[in-house]
């Protein structure tokens, strides 16, 4: 499959960003780094691997295994690690939490290697993806590359998927196979949950954008809810916005649901008894402390606006 000259543009638009935050960082830390202590910050890792395949690579949305070794010593030297198993009040404490999304396999290795450190990390899955269905955002992304249009990320809902599933040929499924993924089986996502130092948590039963989603949508469609996915009641309260974007409405339903914690975002704030955190990506942009300070800097100038209805 040609990839576009559009996924090359995008590139070179991080890359920019990229230099930006590190600029940014420098001069946080020269200031102190003023924020970054006062409360938890959450870190988003997805697929952790050497060789990523097409959608994670166009996404940046991966971590080599030597970068994310790079970037746990990093978070290590600064901040303390909290653990939520075992502390309910977790989610008060100042310091930082490692969280990864999607249920990539990579994941399941590098959460291995955390336990070995005695880090813990919470895994947000989609388990629609866990048992074989296609990724909603991932198929969206594959079939605008092969239209050479742009992704249209808040397409990524039950009826848009319906429509498009049946339209794919053989190849194209197979094609799509390779191009995003691999994610986790449910064997290996017992594995996962296995681990003394992982928490299981909701990331929507498929990759959908929830402000795309109706009410009831969203509601059919939280992990916690699901009758057919036995790991459904294994799941913490905690649940991460597939893109990060979820607005007041949504949280407010979701946190009605009993949710403690909801990942979106980028202002830190309590609903009820729901607290909402931000989080900041991991990906192979962040490579030393002046990048990783300069995404924590952005992330707090984010939080000062006022978050959108």
């Not at 198929?139 to 050479?148: P, Q």
């Not at 649940?239 to 009605?256: K, M, V």
Request: aromatic share 8%.
């Amino acid at each position: 499959m040609v990839e576009s000259r559009k996924p090359l543009l995008q590139a070179a638009k991080r890359n920019i960003f990229n230099i930006a935050k590190w600029i940014i960082g420098l001069l946080y830390l020269l200031l102190g780094a003023p924020g970054s202590k006062s409360k938890i910050i959450a870190f988003v890792f997805h697929e952790v691997t050497d060789t990523p395949r097409a959608h994670a690579r166009l996404t940046s949305t991966y971590s080599s295994n030597r970068n994310f070794l790079k970037q746990v010593a990093l978070l290590s030297a600064n901040f303390d690690f909290i653990n939520p198993l075992g502390n309910p009040q977790w989610v008060e404490k100042t310091g930082c939490i490692i969280t990864f999304d999607d249920g990539y396999k990579g994941a399941l290795e590098a959460a291995k290697t955390l336990q070995a450190l005695g880090i813990a990390s919470i895994h947000l899955v989609n388990l629609e993806t866990i048992y074989g269905q296609v990724n909603s955002s991932a198929l969206l992304h594959f079939l605008s590359i092969k239209s050479a249009k742009e992704t249209i990320w808040s397409d990524s809902k039950p009826s848009v998927m319906k429509e498009l599933i049946p339209k794919l040929s053989k190849t194209e499924l197979k094609e799509l196979v390779e191009f995003s993924g691999p994610y986790m089986n449910p064997v290996e996502l017992e594995e996962l949950n296995s681990l003394n130092h992982v928490a299981l948590g909701d990331h929507f039963l498929n990759h959908w954008y929830a402000n795309s989603l109706t009410k009831s949508e969203i509601i059919a469609n939280l992990s916690r809810n699901a009758q057919n996915f036995r790991e459904g009641h294994k799941m913490k309260p905690y649940f991460a916005a597939p893109h990060g974007q979820l607005d007041i409405e949504r949280t407010e339903l979701i946190s009605n649901q009993g949710y403690e914690v909801i990942f979106s975002g980028s202002s830190w704030l309590k609903l009820g008894n729901t607290t909402i955190v931000p989080r900041i990506d991991m990906n192979n942009s962040i490579r030393s402390k002046a990048s990783l300070f300069g995404a924590i800097a952005i992330l707090i100038i984010r939080s000062k606006r006022k978050p959108k209805n």
